[in-house]
């Protein structure tokens, strides 16, 4: 009697095989792959006039735009994806581009030991906005919200106390720009594409991979729920 129940009883959901269609349709990431390529055909048909599809210099021209909002969406999305929000995300790049034109400008810093001086500025006020969100149990919406308007007075005001304007000019003629131009931002082609398209692909694969087989990506995605 217990073998035949035993032998009518449901299947354990974890050994039911799932075909390769329902697997890529149960991805979480397949819905934004969607999207994107919607969009892209949206733009396709929509400046078809101008040969968006087949000309390579307009090409160039839409992948530079994409890598600067791409390489940032990298770490945000990773941050997102653990159920956090970094409302000062766009106040602290306005914030690092000040301190390396300072730093490099008005200090005679070489470009890469001001760039280095940059990431770990920007570090620090990560490590804040983390430890004031783990210590005061707030949601890092209001911590990093605050942390915005905090880096906003600063960029404006402090930079107009030490440089008395509030935009630094000629960081392409401070020490060691022509070597980091060429490692960052040349261009690989005849028709403009940049190398940051390269850092983008590049991070976005670290981030993928870290987030699919790593244990880093797993408690990243617990922590999520």
Do not use: C, H
Not at 192 to 213: M, P, R
Request: charged share 10%; proline share 3%; net charge neutral.
């Amino acid at each position: 009697m217990a073998e035949q129940a035993a032998a009518t009883a449901d299947p354990d959901e974890r050994l039911v095989r799932v075909g390769p269609l329902a697997r890529i349709l149960m991805r979480p990431d397949f819905g934004a792959f969607v999207g994107a390529v919607a969009v892209w055909f949206a733009f396709a048909y929509y400046a078809r006039s101008v040969n968006w599809i087949g000309d390579p210099g307009i090409a160039a021209g839409w992948t530079d735009q994409a890598a600067q909002f791409g390489i940032v969406a990298v770490p945000v999305a990773l941050l997102m994806i653990g159920g956090e929000f970094d409302l000062s995300a766009g106040a602290m790049i306005g914030s690092s581009g000040l301190l390396l034109g300072y730093l490099s400008t008005f200090q005679d810093v070489n470009i890469w030991p001001a760039m280095a001086i940059v990431i770990l500025f920007g570090l620090a006020i990560g490590f804040i906005n983390g430890f004031v969100v783990i210590r005061t149990n707030l949601p890092s919406f209001i911590v990093t919200l605050a942390t915005f308007f905090v880096l906003q007075g600063v960029n404006a005001a402090l930079t107009l106390r030490l440089t008395d304007t509030t935009a630094i000019q000629n960081i392409d003629a401070a020490s060691g720009f022509a070597s980091a131009r060429r490692f960052f931002a040349s261009d690989l082609t005849q028709y403009d594409y940049k190398a940051k398209v390269l850092w983008w692909i590049g991070l976005t694969l670290i981030g993928a991979w870290l987030l699919a087989k790593s244990r880093f990506g797993n408690w990243i995605y617990a922590a999520g729920g």
